[in-house]
């Protein structure tokens, strides 16, 4: 336990921590083309300008995601907009995810790390999708700080829940998986990349498919009436 916890720290505030930082330095220093009037994206509804052409990342949620999705949301988003327009609005919708991984893999290059680190992120993801539909209305209707807020859905009227809790709990275990994983973004190489992993134990690789076989066999229940009389409360 001592061993993964020091290399957790190391991947966490060393190699990793270091890459990104350079990332948010040069992402930062491109805002000075503002100051040749460049990056203009239009004007808001206050006819206020935008300049959003020139914004390449949203660091709070780029740093502490709650979610795989939300992390790539904001991310480098300049280029989340080419491989949107490229790839994700052009294939059938079962392909548009794998589709854009696989674009952005192959424009990052040819060594084995990115295969590794995008490959290992596209299936979170999907796990990820799989317990915010099964687990997390459960999870939210027994979470004492869960606030409940009506919303029209597509069948109708229902009500949808938002938790502090949940939200720190998912950011917590988003950052450990990020940034166990990113080892390989850095490392590069397919033999260290696995040497890394291997002082882990293949934890985060371990604990998505343990989840992933979890979720084929077990789908916990809401009561659909308490949900219900918890919103109400908590309205009032």
């Not at 061993?3 to 957790?8: A, D, N, S």
């Not at 709650?66 to 991310?75: R, Y």
């Not at 597509?154 to 988003?174: L, Q």
Request: hydrophobic residues 45%; aromatic residues 18%.
């Amino acid at each position: 336990m001592d061993l993964i916890w020091t290399e957790f720290s190391h991947s966490s505030f060393s190699p990793v921590a270091l890459t990104s930082s350079s990332l948010f330095t040069d992402w930062k220093t491109g805002f000075g083309c503002l100051l040749g009037g460049l990056g203009f994206s239009g004007l808001d509804d206050h006819l206020v300008p935008q300049y959003k052409l020139a914004e390449s990342f949203h660091f709070t949620k780029a740093e502490f995601p709650g979610s795989i999705k939300e992390l790539a949301d904001n991310w480098n988003v300049q280029t989340l907009q080419w491989l949107r327009l490229s790839v994700f609005e052009r294939l059938p919708k079962q392909f548009r995810v794998v589709g854009v991984f696989v674009l952005s893999t192959i424009w990052h290059g040819f060594y084995p790390g990115y295969y590794l680190f995008f490959g290992s992120m596209l299936w979170y993801m999907w796990v990820g999708r799989i317990f915010r539909r099964k687990v997390r209305p459960w999870m939210l209707s027994h979470l004492p700080d869960t606030k409940w807020t009506a919303a029209k859905t597509p069948s109708g009227s229902a009500f949808r829940g938002s938790s502090e809790i949940y939200d720190i709990i998912t950011r917590v275990v988003t950052y450990f998986f990020v940034n166990y994983t990113a080892v390989a973004f850095v490392m590069l190489s397919f033999e260290g990349s696995l040497i890394a992993w291997r002082n882990f134990y293949f934890l985060g690789h371990v604990l998505c498919a343990l989840l992933q076989i979890t979720l084929m066999f077990w789908s916990p229940k809401v009561d659909a009436v308490h949900a219900d009389s918890t919103a109400k409360q908590k309205s009032l």
